[in-house]
């Protein structure tokens, strides 16, 4: 950055001390062969001096203008047209102060008038070489490879055409017009590029004419002007050399000039299709706001309203409605310069008049309804045209625009709203599909937190006692399960035991499983009989449960002192109990109905106490139904015969033993390692 | 996947549940008992000699409506359970809730008696 403007202001400068030395150098030539002595500067100084200045001041342009990325099309003739006017007013004042010298020695003085005169044509290259540098910047936008080589050579010749100027090198004349017939053609060939005025809008189009028209007017004033003052000076003395003789500013005027002639008549005659070049662009920009609705808009209205306001906008109607269908809500109606009534009545008489067209909701063809609306007396509208919207091979609404005049719709536009169309369908179906995506993905977190919650309320550490050992496991499929096992010590010789599984699954699980943990918990160091403890249990949950969901569960209260297991089943699994003294297993089956189930005060009268007392070396295995459950691939249940021989096999190893064996049998028996439901499962040995 | 059919027998209408009943199926049996009872049949019989397995969620859909059907007299009696599914009823202590006959002509006569 800090280089290119180094550089610009380096540039000025050389142009500046170039054009002094000039201005010096071609007043003392002309001192000298006017006094006709011997000079003592060479005659070549002014050529050389001039093309430095030149070279200067393109370099100048160059990295002024060229550089500039932030310059659209009309900033850039503005730079051309700004130059031009400094110039002019700089030329103007120049004339004025000639103006009030009048017939002055001074302004008949040859040398001055020179002087005047090399003002003037400062000036001129400067201005010219601005514009040259901005007509290179609009010939190459878009350039292609074979332009960017064309402008080469152009430049290259028009370099070679300054040196041949400055050292006078005399080529034979055929070269010469050659060169000249080569550099006017390539001027011509590269001043048909106009690509950029296509993409100036109606108003900018306006602006540019303006612009190029007083940038032609200040051209024609330097010409003429330089042309006038050269001409004056040249009658007096004959070491003087005229611009005209320089090929290199007859080229560069010629080129300019072309091209802003050129620009001016194209611009101009484009007037009149420009606004179909902005209504195709605003096409383009319209569609890709419905497509891009999506990733920016919240909601679906928004691309509906998108829909609404492109579609009438591309097609200049006069109104429209937008009606959405909705299973759940009815629907919803979008107008646009119509009352709904209007809309109403207009859907009423097509009715009336059996149309079958996009309007009805089973239809999904565009059509032109404009000859139905002619027969309708009170409407405003005489042009219809509705176009379904699709999403998922399913037609959720319509497109409906009107026009005021007849046959106001043409294939062309019904294209294009076609296409909006579909493309709104696209968006929408993407909206939804996004949205469900969100929700799956919240569903997902949801499950989350509740399996942790639900992890969090299993006890980590189970109490032991010297009668007995207890370890427990539970596994759970990918869906939370209500699972729950727990143990507290009542006192010295008393330990509860309980064992429950929720109904249902997710969060209402989890949840009702603190539940149950927290009544476990209060009731449980009351010391109640297990039955008084169920229908307590009970009675608190009744409360909690929604209608249709229960816990089952079996409650415990070992007791060492009297070496008995009280217990009571409330719909859970029965328990498998071995008997070390016969070596056999069996399952405590006796009555109990599930907590929740009876939401009535006789809920005691459905569950029993019972007790069994147990010796060293019995187990006594608690479980849920997903191990008796558990299926193979054949769609086989593990069972119950299963479990009690597992038991049978393994009650001499330790709790920890046997709880491993059932794990190994039971995963051996699913044959795989995904499990489908809730292992859970305590084992109580005895000793 | 379950299929639900009801169809009408000597003013009591009859439930035939064919296949299982899951946490998903469940809502159809919900729908079929609600629209039974909505109807204001007095006897409800509900042939489960098609039902091939029931989660605790489709035992949920029974329980929910025993108070109900109490209140409004409704005689509800499911029969033809298979041994499984009956199991699974026993065992939380839903046989002692609802009234469980073996065949469809006992779950008539438990049914007649019932709402006399």
């Known amino acids: ?687 | 996947m379950v299929h639900i059919k009801r169809l009408q027998e000597n003013g009591a209408d009859i439930v035939a549940i064919i296949g299982e009943i899951d946490a998903s199926s469940s809502i159809e049996l919900d729908l079929a008992i609600a629209k039974s009872v909505g109807e204001g049949y007095k006897k409800i019989l509900v042939d489960c000699s098609a039902l091939e397995y029931i989660s605790s969620a489709g035992l949920g859909v029974f329980m929910s409506y025993i108070e109900e059907l109490r209140d409004k007299n409704v005689a509800f009696v499911l029969f033809g359970l298979k041994e499984k599914v009956l199991n699974t009823f026993s065992i939380l202590g839903l046989a002692d809730l609802l009234k469980i006959a073996t065949g469809k002509e006992d779950a008539m006569k438990l049914a007649n008696e019932l709402s006399v």
């Open chain 1, 1 to 687: 950055m800090f280089k290119t403007k180094a550089l610009i202001r380096l540039t000025f400068l050389a142009a500046l001390v170039a054009w002094v030395i000039l201005a010096f150098a071609d007043i003392t030539v002309l001192y000298s062969d006017m006094r006709s002595l011997p000079s003592d500067l060479p005659h070549w100084l002014p050529r050389f001096t001039l093309d430095l200045y030149i070279i200067a001041l393109f370099y100048y342009y160059k990295f002024k203008v060229e550089r500039d990325d932030n310059l659209n099309f009309t900033d850039l003739l503005w730079k051309v047209f700004a130059t031009g006017l400094i110039a002019t007013v700089v030329s103007l004042s120049v004339r004025l102060v000639l103006y009030l010298l009048g017939s002055t020695k001074l302004a008949t003085n040859i040398l001055f008038m020179d002087f005047v005169y090399q003002i003037n044509l400062a000036l001129f290259i400067n201005f010219l070489l601005a514009a040259y540098t901005a007509w290179k910047r609009l010939i190459l936008y878009q350039k292609t490879k074979w332009l960017v080589r064309a402008w080469v050579v152009f430049e290259a010749l028009l370099l070679g055409i300054l040196i041949y100027d400055s050292i006078h090198f005399s080529i034979s004349p055929s070269v010469t017009t050659a060169v000249i017939a080569l550099i006017s053609l390539l001027g011509l060939v590269l001043s048909a590029n106009m690509r950029w005025v296509a993409y100036l809008n109606f108003k900018q189009k306006w602006t540019s004419l303006l612009l190029l028209l007083l940038t032609i007017f200040y051209l024609v004033y330097f010409f003429y002007t330089v042309l006038i003052s050269s001409d004056s000076i040249r009658e007096q003395t004959t070491a003087f050399v005229p611009f005209q003789d320089h090929v290199f500013n007859i080229a560069l005027i010629a080129f300019v000039l072309t091209y802003i002639t050129f620009s001016f008549l194209v611009i101009l005659f484009n007037l009149p299709t420009s606004s179909v070049f902005e209504q195709k662009l605003e096409e383009v920009v319209n569609f890709q706001r419905i497509s891009q609705s999506i990733q920016t808009e919240q909601n679906e209205e928004s691309v509906y309203n998108i829909l609404l306001e492109s579609s009438v906008n591309s097609v200049f109607a006069d109104a429209a409605w937008l009606e959405m269908r909705s299973s759940l809500q009815g629907g919803k109606l979008f107008t646009y310069k119509i009352s709904e009534t209007e809309t109403v009545a207009i859907k009423e008489h097509l009715e009336k008049n059996n149309v079958k067209g996009a309007l009805v909701q089973s239809s999904d063809k565009t059509k032109n309804l404009s000859k139905y609306l002619g027969s309708m007396k009170n409407s405003r509208f005489r042009s219809l045209l509705s176009f379904p919207i699709i999403v998922k091979d399913e037609n959720i609404g319509t497109l409906a625009l009107l026009k005021e005049v007849p046959d106001g719709f043409n294939k062309e536009m019904t294209r294009i709203v076609s296409t909006f169309a579909n493309q709104a369908g696209i968006s929408i179906e993407n909206f939804r599909l996004m949205e469900e995506a969100f929700q799956n993905a919240r569903y997902k977190e949801e499950l989350k937190i509740a399996k942790t919650v639900q992890r969090s309320l299993l006890p980590t550490k189970l109490e032991q006692d010297n009668d007995f050992e207890i370890v427990a496991f539970s596994e759970s499929a990918d869906e939370v399960g209500g699972d729950y096992y727990d143990t507290l010590r009542i006192n010295d010789h008393e330990v509860a035991l309980i064992i429950a599984d929720v109904s249902g699954k997710g969060t209402t699980a989890a949840f009702h499983m603190s539940q149950m943990k927290g009544i476990f918990h209060s009731l449980a160091q009351q010391a109640p009989n297990p039955r008084d403890f169920m229908s307590k249990a009970n009675r608190a949950l009744v409360y909690c449960l929604e209608r249709g969901s229960f816990i089952s569960a079996t409650y415990f209260v070992i007791d060492t002192q009297t070496k008995t297991i009280h217990y009571s089943r409330a719909g859970h699994c029965p328990v498998l109990l071995y008997r070390a003294s016969t070596g056999v297993a069996e399952f405590l089956k006796d009555k109990g109905t599930a907590l929740g189930m009876v939401r009535s005060h006789d809920y005691p009268n459905y569950v029993e106490n019972n007790s069994v007392s147990y010796c060293p070396g019995d187990v006594m295995l608690l479980y849920t139904d997903g191990i008796t459950e558990s299926k193979n691939r054949k769609g086989e249940e593990f069972g119950g015969e299963r479990l009690m021989k597992v038991i049978q096999e393994n009650a001499e190893k330790s709790s920890r033993e046997i709880e491993e064996s059932v794990i190994k049998s039971l995963y051996e028996f699913s044959g795989s390692d995904d499990i489908d439901d809730d292992y859970t499962a305590m084992t109580v040995k005895f000793r």
